[in-house]
DNA sequence: AAATCGGGGCC
DNA sequence: GGCCCAGATTT
């Protein structure tokens, strides 16, 4: 047999027939030599009776293995419109966090706006209040956008993959999502994954952020999908890849389908070779480094003006960020971008000014000025920046202040600590408040500590 | 096709 | 410190 020594690809059948497309853009490949073909992509599918035999072994074993999460308690029975919504709200939540993350935040959410009826209700301080702490707040936004776009259409919930992808935010791995698992339509999905499971079922040795290579798994994620319980078949790979089929360590010992595994397959043949080459890795583009100011400033506004330590009586000034970029429309407190080598007296100067035009807070005239301390620096590491925060806390004087009402570009408010607990922070921003917190607490407290 | 957009848990 | 997670949108 010619082709045993190209044991991980034995399921691949060589296409004799030229591609239609992209051909013109590929340098011309040499002729494999006899025995060895690095596969196309294009080429790659499934076998009839491999499709069965996945289809059977990982739904069998989904049916026993499946977390109990609370997604998956909310059943079709009555309104099938709440299944549909319940898996939404988890799906969007499940965007590239994991999902014992998800677990807290999906309950409490729930509980708040248990329809889509509830949650068109909501505001968006509500929403962001709700989904602090759990990053990429887009997703946020655009669900309560999309629970709007459905209730103002009537109410009736989106049932196939073409009409959810017209939904803010729900993009082809959601609506596949949502179609399958509420609607029970035979989409497949592809997450990161399904990704994963099927570059290691076929040996992909592709890029996997490849646009080509994304479509390919499609179409094979296609090949896959059970059409009688494609809800679950599509859980149940997801699953697999969530608890079995792990980026470093995967248990091929336990895998349902570890007999149909080209990867498994290879490291047999190959001792250097390893399930874990699969899917290929991709070099990440390098953080950017940025540098703020973050001035957290309290106003006294007991009448005596003393250095009140209780929390009654001070006000803190909090900021509006812009509604589009980083953290968009979330609030936070005064910030000023620096350089990396902005020393205090520069940071200061730089904080002040931007204090007075944009909140006519004149903190020059030391007479307002009842403290001012370095709280401290903290790093916060977003996926591609490396933020240098330098945290002070300026707390002032109420009596002499010019406070702008907020009128300008920027929009802020005073509240008290009782508001700033509760409210949607962004995590850094709440780290900073923390800090600020603990410090006022250590200063008035000293034997405490 | 590449950049943007959070945060956390695990190694 | 790196990795990567039930991705979507914008440029």
């Given at each position: 047999m010619k082709k045993n020594t190209t044991p991980a690809t034995t399921d691949t059948i060589t296409k004799s027939k030229k591609r239609t497309r992209n051909t013109c853009h590929m340098k011309p490949k040499p002729e494999p030599e006899a025995g060895f073909a690095i596969s196309d992509i294009e080429d790659i599918q499934f076998r009839e009776d491999s499709v069965a035999e996945i289809r059977a072994s990982l739904l069998k074993w989904y049916d026993v293995n499946k977390r109990d999460l609370p997604w998956r308690r909310?059943?079709?029975?009555?309104?099938?419109?709440?299944?549909?919504?319940?898996?939404?709200?988890?799906?969007?939540?499940?965007?590239?966090?994991?999902?014992?993350?998800?677990?807290?935040?999906?309950?409490?959410?729930?509980?708040?706006?248990?329809?889509?009826?509830?949650?068109?209700?909501?505001?968006?301080?509500?929403?962001?209040?709700?989904?602090?702490?759990?990053?990429?707040?887009?997703?946020?936004?655009?669900?309560?956008?999309?629970?709007?776009?459905?209730?103002?259409?009537?109410?009736?919930?989106?049932?196939?993959?073409?009409?959810?992808?017209?939904?803010?935010?729900?993009?082809?791995?959601?609506?596949?999502?949502?179609?399958?698992?509420?609607?029970?339509?035979?989409?497949?999905?592809?997450?990161?994954?399904?990704?994963?499971?099927?570059?290691?079922?076929?040996?992909?040795?592709?890029?996997?952020?490849?646009?080509?290579?994304?479509?390919?798994?499609?179409?094979?994620?296609?090949?896959?999908?059970?059409?009688?319980?494609?809800?679950?078949?599509?859980?149940?790979?997801?699953?697999?890849?969530?608890?079995?089929?792990?980026?470093?360590?995967?248990?091929?010992?336990?895998?349902?389908?570890?007999?149909?595994?080209?990867?498994?397959?290879?490291?047999?043949?190959?001792?250097?070779?390893?399930?874990?080459?699969?899917?290929?890795?991709?070099?990440?583009?390098?953080?950017?480094?940025?540098?703020?100011?973050?001035?957290?400033?309290?106003?006294?506004?007991?009448?005596?003006?003393?250095?009140?330590?209780?929390?009654?009586?001070?006000?803190?000034?909090?900021?509006?960020?812009?509604?589009?970029?980083?953290?968009?429309?979330?609030?936070?407190f005064p910030s000023v971008s620096l350089n990396e080598k902005d020393d205090l007296v520069t940071r200061r100067r730089t904080v002040d000014d931007f204090l007075k035009n944009s909140f006519g807070l004149n903190v020059n005239r030391s007479s307002n000025i009842v403290s001012r301390d370095e709280v401290g620096e903290y790093v916060h590491i977003f996926t591609h920046i490396r933020l240098k925060m330098y945290i002070e806390l300026l707390v002032l004087r109420s009596q002499d202040l010019h406070r702008k009402k907020d009128k300008g570009s920027m929009l802020f408010k005073y509240v008290d600590t009782k508001t700033l607990a509760t409210m949607g922070l962004s995590t850094g921003v709440r780290k900073a408040y923390n800090m600020v917190l603990k410090f006022r607490q250590s200063r008035s407290s000293p034997i405490s500590r």
């Open positions: 909310i059943s079709e029975g009555e309104a099938s419109d709440r299944k549909a919504y319940a898996v939404w709200v988890s799906e969007i939540m499940l965007q590239q966090t994991r999902v014992q993350t998800v677990i807290d935040y999906f309950n409490r959410w729930m509980e708040k706006w248990p329809t889509v009826h509830h949650l068109a209700q909501a505001s968006i301080e509500e929403v962001n209040e709700m989904w602090a702490g759990l990053g990429y707040y887009r997703r946020a936004r655009f669900l309560l956008e999309g629970a709007k776009m459905v209730v103002e259409e009537g109410g009736k919930f989106p049932r196939s993959v073409s009409d959810l992808r017209r939904v803010k935010g729900i993009g082809e791995y959601t609506a596949g999502a949502i179609a399958s698992i509420a609607f029970k339509e035979a989409v497949p999905v592809v997450d990161g994954n399904v990704i994963r499971v099927i570059a290691r079922l076929k040996t992909i040795s592709a890029n996997p952020k490849d646009k080509t290579t994304i479509k390919n798994i499609w179409r094979l994620a296609g090949q896959l999908v059970d059409s009688h319980r494609p809800g679950d078949f599509n859980q149940a790979v997801m699953e697999l890849g969530a608890t079995l089929c792990t980026p470093l360590s995967p248990d091929c010992s336990s895998c349902p389908v570890s007999s149909q595994c080209s990867a498994l397959l290879k490291t047999k043949h190959d001792p250097s070779a390893l399930v874990t080459d699969y899917p290929t890795k991709v070099a990440k583009v390098k953080q950017r480094h940025d540098y703020s100011a973050v001035t957290v400033v309290e106003i006294l506004e007991s009448e005596k003006g003393t250095v009140d330590t209780s929390d009654s009586g001070s006000k803190f000034l909090i900021v509006k960020r812009p509604e589009e970029g980083l953290l968009a429309g979330l609030w936070e």
